[in-house]
Nanobody, 123 residues
Framework: QVQLVESGGGLVQTGGSLRLSCAASGRTFSRYVMGWFRQAPGKEREFVAA????????YYGDSAKGRFTISRDNAKNTVYLQMNSLKPEDTAVYYC????????????????WGQGTQVTVSS
């Protein structure tokens, strides 16, 4: 398995932007589909975005489409989530995940999770 460490969360006002980063350990990072999930208090974990090993294909949950962009740098073993036009309903703990499986906007988490980073959007 790969170890994942997220960073970049914080407090931002409605309409603002944040970029989350997820640093991975291990030489096999480039083989994994990588992605982001989020979980708000009292809600189930929700798929946000996924990116294939080459970065050639990206997938987004409905709440992220048009506002969030996932990318990766295999040379740095890092995956990013650029979040723009943030809304209070985006408030959640965001988790990085390795080796997701699925397609379209239906994805399931793989075996490796980060510890999560809190994103809070104030109204």
């Amino acid at each position: 398995q790969v170890q994942l460490v997220e960073s970049g969360g914080g407090l931002v006002q409605t309409g603002g932007s944040l970029r989350l980063s997820c640093a991975a350990s291990g030489r096999t990072f480039s083989r994994y589909v990588m992605g982001w999930f989020r979980q708000a208090p009292g809600k189930e974990r929700e798929f946000v975005a996924a990116i294939t090993w080459s970065g050639g294909s990206t997938y987004y949950g409905d709440s992220a489409k048009g506002r969030f962009t996932i990318s990766r740098d295999n040379a740095k073993n890092t995956v990013y989530l650029q979040m723009n036009s943030l809304k209070p309903e985006d408030t959640a703990v965001y988790y990085c995940n390795a080796d997701l499986y699925g397609n379209g906007n239906s994805w399931h988490g793989g075996g490796s999770w980060g510890q999560g980073t809190q994103v809070t959007v104030s109204s």
